[in-house]
């Protein structure tokens, strides 16, 4: 019986102190990663990614646990509109104004097409995001479940 209870309070301690197990785990995480790099064996593009985003998901993940439901819920309903809406969207004018072979903009200069590539991702995006929201306050930011 008391080795129960000693598992329960190690699992309980582990959970209320996650945020410094994730930190130690990202300080050592780095250290390798960058020891790797020095010794050739990791590419700089995976160990800068490495440092940069995985504290950008630890403040997220503690941010989206302050959060209340709804307001959790009409994030979500804007990144899945976004996400879904926009990148078909995106898809389909990318297709239409550049990759098709009738497309005015296949044979443009490569600047063009680059302009043309993050004018329309920000706008088709932004529209997505858009419907996902107006999806969302219809339902008053309810779940589909």
Request: glycine letters at 12%; proline letters at 3%.
């Amino acid at each position: 019986m008391r080795e129960k209870k000693k598992k329960r309070a190690f699992g309980k301690s582990i959970v209320e102190k996650w945020l410094w197990i994730a930190i130690g785990v990202y300080i050592s995480t780095t250290l390798i990663g960058w020891i790797g790099y020095s010794m050739g064996i990791i590419p700089l593009i995976g160990i800068v990614l490495t440092t940069i985003g995985i504290p950008v998901f630890l403040i997220s993940i503690f941010y989206i646990r302050k959060l209340d439901s709804r307001t959790f819920y009409k994030y979500v309903f804007i990144i899945t509109g976004a996400a879904l809406f926009g990148g078909i969207i995106e898809f389909g004018i990318a297709y239409i104004f550049q990759g098709a072979p009738w497309a005015p903009l296949r044979d443009s200069e490569h600047i063009y097409q680059i302009l043309f590539s993050v004018g329309t991702t920000l706008l088709c995006f932004g529209l997505g995001g858009f419907i996902g929201y107006t999806i969302g306050k219809r339902r008053d930011f309810k779940p589909f479940y």
